[in-house]
């Protein structure tokens, strides 16, 4: 049974930082790609960040430079660090794994002004 099972998200204040988890299970997670993806109120669900098994990592322009994804194959784990958050990255975060196509149950940031 495949879970991906997000963590960390929180109310932040506007240029602040959080760190989001995402611990897989019922996967082969080191060979797998993964993937951060947000949907904020009223919007379509949108990718932030993606890393394949070797580690290459792909971002949004609008993440770029402010977000790190990364990944602990030991541990079945992706993390998205965030800094220099700004109101219009509020939104549920959501981990996706890509075989099988899966996602976890999202969490929710909030980024006051």
């Known amino acids: 049974q495949v879970q991906l099972v997000e963590s960390g998200g929180g109310l932040v204040q506007a240029g602040g930082s959080l760190r989001l988890s995402c611990a897989a299970s019922?996967?082969?997670?080191?060979?797998?790609?993964m993937g951060w993806f947000r949907q904020a109120p009223g919007k379509q669900r949108e990718l932030v960040a993606t890393i394949t098994g070797g580690g290459t990592t792909n971002y949004s322009d609008s993440v770029k430079g402010r977000f790190t994804i990364s990944r602990d194959n030991a541990k079945n784990s992706v993390y998205l660090q965030m800094s220099s958050l700004k109101p219009d990255d509020t939104a549920v975060y959501y981990c996706?794994?890509?075989?099988?196509?899966?996602w976890g149950q999202g969490t929710q940031v909030t980024v006051s002004s």
């Open positions: 019922g996967i082969i997670f080191s060979i797998n790609t």
């Open positions: 996706r794994s890509w075989k099988p196509y899966y």
